[in-house]
């Protein structure tokens, strides 16, 4: 089984599409960050910054982007138009954000690509990931990349595992996905279009388009003594 991009992603949401061309499972995108990065990025800073955000000199910042004292751009990164990056947002190497996008307070992010309208606005950790459009994490959110075994990462889908060559690989966040606050999602986690995680989740493998995960739980409740 393969897992095209385009049965996730809508690659016009994207101004990197090129980065999917000769993709045959969409992780396979990850790989090729750095060296897209490496040859395409002109660093240019056309946004507006508030205080003394640090951005490093490998940082491309759109139009009408708004950049917040106390946002650290480490890079190499790209980030498009009308973002927000707001106070605490510590985006490391081979980012590339697309446009109104929103990258919020004490989110981490590295070798990741967030689509057109994505939004991670609250205490979120992004690493070897892939959001779609107008993909939304909750807060509290954890794309978890790495095996505690540090072992090769499979994709867990109905019809088995597909080894993807990867040590450090998150999630894929379909187009209009939802997480909810303090779910965390295992490595190698897929979610398809519109699907819905419950808050408090914790999501290992793959979801179907328009599905919702939820966690059952019982609460007992006593009079205090």
Known sequence: MTYSPADYLDLEH?????????????????????????FRLKPAIHGKQIGRPFISNAVYIGHGTTIEQGAMIKGPAWIGDRCQIRAGCYIRE???VGNDAVLGNSCEFKNCIVFDGAQVPHFNYVGDSILGHKAHLGAGVILSNVRLDH??????????GVPTGLKKFGAIIGDLAEVGCNSVLSPGSILGREAVIHPCVHWKGVLAARTVAKLRQQIEQTPRT
Request: aromatic share 8%; net charge negative; charged share 20%.
């Open 14 to 38: 994207t101004d990197h599409r090129s980065l999917f061309e000769k993709v045959t499972n969409v992780w396979e995108a990850l790989p090729l960050i750095a060296s897209y990065l490496q």
């Open 94 to 96: 081979n980012v590339i």
């Open 151 to 160: 072992g090769e990462v499979i994709v867990r889908g109905p019809d088995g």
